[in-house]
């Protein structure tokens, strides 16, 4: 019998002293993964999750390290049949993918902004491409910049029709991201050095919908952010009874009106048919 096991990370607030003073607090990031894992655990997953920690948890929680081990210890332990469901709700960014001071071409890696330091999208990536052939996984990305942040191969979008913008986006501000970037210089280097010395194919099956296109923002809110609320919606607690694709198409219709355009994005290349036929969030 086919086992889900799925990972929920919410970050509302990120280490200051690796992100230039700031800490990029955000009202719905918990929320939002308290909420997707109560979807999760609703239809059948082990469900765990990562939050930013508070003053006296510092050392647990929503750090880089831990999200990278968790997802190295469910690929050693799923197998053919098996599903797992990440979702993410933060701040994204976007870093040079350049190991030079010139960025002036405007080449970037998208990334999920962790407790204590970026996650690469090559990281994402080299960690997906551990899981067996026949896992299932599908990722949730409510971030900005987070169209293709599991990418390999270019995405599949569809278009929506942005009309009006809430205020607060989720998004690592550029100038912040680049000196963040540039004052972990080594850190960042040496992570994309070991992440592209040997780049594998995607074995497992996977599928991201993610809030936005790499180069939009999407929006905090509370309690929810907008796009985590719109997924709350479309699913209605469970009956909605389309596929994949059907989801997106939903996702894109209700998120027009608050400016943001849902990517669904298959990051094998993939066609990923029988996947995406698959009612979502079902083992």
């Given at each position: 019998?086919?086992?889900?096991?799925?990972?929920h990370i919410?970050?509302?607030?990120?280490?200051?002293?690796?992100?230039?003073?700031?800490?990029?607090?955000?009202?719905?990031?918990?929320?939002?993964?308290?909420?997707?894992?109560?979807?999760?655990?609703?239809?059948?997953?082990?469900?765990?999750?990562?939050?930013?920690?508070?003053?006296?948890?510092?050392?647990?929680?929503?750090?880089?390290?831990?999200?990278l081990a968790?997802?190295?210890?469910?690929?050693?332990?799923?197998?053919?049949?098996?599903?797992?469901?990440?979702?993410?709700?933060?701040?994204?960014?976007?870093?040079?993918?350049?190991?030079?001071?010139?960025?002036?071409?405007?080449?970037?890696?998208?990334?999920?902004?962790?407790?204590?330091?970026?996650?690469?999208?090559?990281?994402?990536?080299?960690?997906?491409?551990?899981?067996?052939?026949?896992?299932?996984?599908?990722?949730?990305?409510?971030?900005?910049?987070?169209?293709?942040?599991?990418?390999?191969?270019?995405?599949?979008?569809?278009?929506?029709?942005?009309?009006?913008?809430?205020?607060?986006?989720?998004?690592?501000?550029?100038?912040?991201?680049?000196?963040?970037?540039?004052?972990?210089?080594?850190?960042?280097?040496?992570?994309?050095?070991?992440?592209?010395?040997?780049?594998?194919?995607?074995?497992?099956?996977?599928?991201?919908?993610?809030?936005?296109?790499?180069?939009?923002?999407t929006w905090?809110?509370?309690?929810?952010?907008?796009?985590?609320?719109?997924?709350?919606?479309?699913?209605?607690?469970?009956?909605?009874?389309?596929?994949?694709?059907?989801?997106?198409?939903?996702?894109?219709?209700?998120?027009?009106?608050?400016?943001?355009?849902?990517?669904?994005?298959?990051?094998?290349?993939?066609?990923?048919?029988?996947?995406?036929?698959?009612?979502?969030?079902?083992?």
């Amino acid at each position: 019998m086919p086992h889900g096991y799925s990972l929920h990370i919410g970050v509302g607030y990120y280490d200051s002293t690796h992100y230039g003073g700031a800490n990029g607090a955000l009202k719905g990031a918990h929320s939002d993964a308290l909420l997707m894992r109560k979807i999760a655990a609703a239809n059948g997953f082990t469900a765990g999750q990562l939050l930013s920690p508070t003053p006296s948890e510092i050392g647990t929680g929503a750090y880089s390290h831990k999200l990278l081990a968790t997802l190295g210890r469910l690929a050693d332990k799923t197998v053919s049949g098996d599903m797992v469901l990440l979702t993410f709700s933060g701040h994204g960014g976007q870093v040079p993918d350049t190991d030079d001071l010139d960025i002036s071409e405007g080449k970037y890696d998208e990334t999920w902004c962790l407790y204590d330091r970026q996650v690469l999208d090559d990281e994402i990536y080299r960690a997906l491409a551990r899981f067996k052939p026949g896992v299932r996984i599908l990722i949730i990305s409510d971030s900005c910049h987070s169209g293709t942040v599991s990418k390999a191969l270019p995405a599949f979008t569809q278009d929506g029709q942005p009309k009006v913008k809430p205020l607060v986006p989720k998004a690592l501000p550029h100038a912040i991201a680049i000196k963040t970037f540039f004052d972990n210089r080594a850190l960042y280097q040496e992570i994309r050095h070991d992440t592209r010395a040997a780049r594998p194919a995607l074995q497992a099956s996977v599928i991201q919908i993610s809030a936005c296109q790499d180069a939009e923002e999407t929006w905090d809110g509370t309690p929810n952010s907008v796009f985590t609320g719109i997924l709350e919606k479309v699913w209605g607690s469970g009956s909605f009874s389309g596929n994949y694709r059907d989801f997106h198409q939903r996702l894109q219709a209700q998120a027009a009106v608050h400016g943001i355009r849902p990517n669904l994005f298959l990051p094998s290349g993939k066609p990923e048919t029988a996947f995406l036929a698959q009612r979502p969030f079902i083992i």
